[in-house]
């Protein structure tokens, strides 16, 4: 049976098992994450005490995320991975059985969260480096896609499954069930053939790697740039605090409204995505993501300035095609453009931008909509948007025209 051009890396055994446990358990870890959130606000009945939780998660990654990637470019990722995995399994039950028992208090969400995005410092970067070594180099935009596919099912169908987990068989199951998930990547990992071999050279502090990984990124002519513009999207562009803002006090919508307007954003993505698979290699990939982060700042402009439930509902479709576009590019250009020695601790960079500073975007969110109000503070950040994507566009013309076959020669830091 022909496959799509973007299905092409399932061709690979290695790449196809590890995509498979990926996507089971990545879906099993937003049951957890749902769950999460729904019993530590039934617990609470605080808002306060649910964006505690938010910013509990959030801070392991912004101090460790690094090391986490010099870690991953030192030993074997796949016995990292394996290590990670596990440990998640153990937590999982741990925060299962506490719930099952009746003995489960907010603080243990808090240890437990804390314990689990300390992991996820370490995981991710390992994760994201760990796949460009089952593929061939013209596979990679590809493989990103693909990975993105796991991302975007996680996000549509682990809630609706949390949901009807909870529902039906309590609000412990939820736990037990992303600890089962687990062991789809870890079973994934240990079948994988591919070898992985860790960097040689003179052992040096793990605070020396990071920092050796940041000066290999500021000497890129490409990378510099994407983080810049990746940390303006995660600041200034759209987050769950502007939709529900703008669902209750500019559209009047109420909670079903604001379920909607999310999934126009979830559909939207999944249809850029879809697309992407479909057309396979995209060649100008600079061009792609430059046209894409401008599409972006315009339906967010767009979104600002609507009063009408169904126009809103359109231009955040769109948002989520360009936000899929963006997202693909980006990190297929940052896998291109890294070596695979540095690509732990570059993946690790990305991490931070686009997850670490997710709760810094909703600090501003709250900030400028409480100065300006809802309209103009989103109109505000789609221009500064605009504005970060135009760097792009006309400081770099080494990513503005980034290609498939593109080489990027970068002059990696002396040795300590």
């Known amino acids: 049976m022909r496959l ?14 590890y995509w498979v446990g990926q996507c089971v358990s990545q879906i099993g870890t937003f049951v957890e994450m749902t769950a999460t959130t729904y019993l530590l606000y039934a617990i609470t009945n605080s808002p306060l005490l649910l964006g505690v939780g938010g910013l509990v998660r959030g801070l392991p990654i912004l101090a460790l995320a690094l090391f986490g990637g010099a870690l991953a470019d030192r030993i074997d990722r ?3 991975l394996v290590y990670t995995q596990a440990a998640q399994v153990v937590t999982s039950i741990i925060l299962g059985t506490l719930v099952a028992t009746g003995s489960v208090q907010f603080w243990h969400i808090y240890v437990i969260g804390f314990v689990n995005s300390t992991l996820s410092a370490f995981d991710a970067p390992a994760r994201n480096s760990f796949y460009p070594s089952l593929i061939p180099r013209a596979d990679f935009q590809n493989a ?3 990975s993105s596919v796991i991302f975007r099912l996680s996000t549509l169908l682990g809630p609706a499954i949390a949901g009807i987990l909870i529902a039906t068989a309590g609000p412990a199951s939820p736990f037990f069930v992303n600890a089962a998930s687990y062991f789809a990547i870890i079973f994934a990992l240990l079948l994988i053939r591919t070898k992985f071999a860790a960097t040689t050279g003179p052992r040096i502090s793990l605070r020396t790697a ?4 940041i000066q290999y990124a500021m000497r890129s002519p490409v990378l510099p740039l994407i983080l810049v513009t990746e940390g303006a999207l995660s600041i200034f562009g759209h987050n769950s605090a502007l939709i529900t803002i703008f669902a209750s006090d500019v559209l009047h919508v109420g909670p079903a409204g604001l379920g909607l ?15 992407l698979v479909a ?13 894409a982060g401008a599409l972006y700042a315009a339906a967010l402009l767009g979104f600002a300035v ?6 809103s509902m359109a231009v955040l479709f769109v948002l989520g095609v360009a936000d899929s576009g963006w997202g693909a590019m980006r990190n297929t250009i940052a896998q291109l453009a890294t070596t695979d020695a540095y690509r732990g601790r570059v993946m690790s960079m990305i991490t931070v931008t686009s997850r670490g500073l997710t709760n810094a975007g909703q600090i501003e969110t709250g900030a400028i ?9 989103a109109a505000i950040n789609a221009v500064l948007v605009a504005l970060s994507v135009a760097t792009v566009a006309f400081r770099s013309p080494r990513l503005r025209g980034f290609r498939s076959s593109a080489h990027v020669d970068v002059v990696e830091p002396a040795a300590p």
Do not use: N
Request: glycine share 14%.
């Open 279 to 291: 057309t396979g290699e995209v060649r100008p990939k600079g061009a792609l993501m430059i046209v």
């Open 261 to 275: 307007l999310l999934s126009s954003i979830g559909a939207g993505a999944i249809v850029g995505t879809l697309v």
């Open 306 to 311: 609507s009063t009408s439930f169904a126009l």
């Open 4 to 17: 799509l051009p973007g299905l092409s890396p399932l061709r690979h055994r290695d790449f196809a098992l």
């Open 369 to 377: 909509v409480a100065a300006a109000g809802p309209a103009v503070g």
């Open 78 to 80: 796949k016995r990292l």
């Open 210 to 213: 990071a920092w050796g990984g």
């Open 144 to 146: 990103v896609t693909l």
